[in-house]
């Protein structure tokens, strides 16, 4: 129902920033959450921040102050803003749509960040 595909992936430095987009289609319908995870090597997946279609953020403590989650309804597209990179943001980072009070989930295939220091 739900295709997603992110963008902007990349290899920098650290101290530096990167913007990663995911663009949704297929039928989008209000009443739901986008959100964007990491996996490092070796580590457990982990949620990095998500926004609702009507606005709310929440983001992991790593990366508050540092990231920011934003998204465009009408072009059916969530960004996010990674500034002040480290050495532990390396990590693939996919795309998640969810609709509220629904447990089913869509994932795009993930783009790589890669942070040298």
């Known amino acids: 129902q739900v295709q997603l595909v992110e963008s902007g992936g990349g290899l920098v430095q650290a101290g530096g920033s990167l913007r990663l987009s995911c663009a949704a289609s297929g039928r989008i319908f209000s009443g739901n959450a986008m959100a964007w995870y990491r996996q490092a090597p070796g580590k457990q997946r982990e949620l990095v921040a998500d926004?609702?279609?009507?606005?709310?953020?929440n983001y992991a403590d790593s990366v508050k102050g540092r990231f920011t989650i934003s998204r465009d309804n009408a072009k059916n597209m969530v960004d996010l803003q990674m500034n002040s990179l480290k050495s532990e943001d390396t990590a693939v980072y996919c795309c998640n749509f969810r609709y509220v009070g629904s447990a089913r989930a869509y994932w795009g295939p993930g783009t790589q960040v890669t942070v040298s220091s």
């Open positions: 926004i609702t279609s009507g606005g709310s953020t």
